[in-house]
């Protein structure tokens, strides 16, 4: 009987990277059916890819290009064609800042997932949990959902709520959101890989 290569996840980031190392940890634990094929950040000093490099996992830096908030037409190639060399099944943003256009999604269709720190469609874009505190909600939370080419708006996964606190700064708002990711975001992951696994 042939062995079934291990499902393969890159990792997109441009920030700290705590996502990552919960996704990390959930692969190397077995939680998450799946390994890190590959980390590539538009950051070139990020803690993401510091991370991914103490764990031996292959990273590059990609420069994004002349704009602000998306890649430019040769860093996108960049992007897909690393990913693909890689042989990456699923493309996991985390903390990835930069929005994806058609290219990209097209060569990993359905196949990119991105989890942000609000209950979408509430609080797109950045900050959301400065937005949160700024609009008075009583809950916020995070969200996981497939990318299309809006800023945080493809068809929603799964969502956990997170309560805002009378005397929460948005330090102590985000902190919390984020240990909420840690978890959450690892464990619908692994919900998606064992879709993507059974539709072969
Ligand atoms: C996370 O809170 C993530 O939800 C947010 O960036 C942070 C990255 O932290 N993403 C977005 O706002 C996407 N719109 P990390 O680098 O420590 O994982």
Known sequence: MSEQRPFRLGV?????????????????????????????????????????????VPTSFIAPGKFRTKLDESAEAEYIAALQEAE???????????ILKGEFLRAFEGRVVNVHPSLL??????EAWKQALDAGVKYTGVTV?????????????????????EDDTPESLHARI??????????????VVGRLMNDG
């Open 12 to 56: 997109l980031g441009s920030g700290l990277g705590s996502n990552f190392d919960s996704i990390a940890q959930g692969c190397a634990a077995g939680a998450i059916p799946a390994e890190i094929a590959l980390v590539l950040s538009d950051v070139e000093d990020s803690g993401i890819l510091s991370s991914a490099k103490a764990l031996g």
């Open 88 to 98: 990456v099944d699923l493309v996991v943003l985390a903390g990835f800042m930069r």
């Open 121 to 126: 469609p509430s609080f797109p874009g950045l």
């Open 145 to 165: 959902h497939y990318v299309d080419q809006g800023i945080d708006s493809g068809p929603i996964i799964a969502q956990e709520p997170v309560p805002v606190r």
């Open 178 to 191: 984020q240990e909420v990711e840690q978890v959450f975001y690892p464990k619908v992951i692994s919900t």
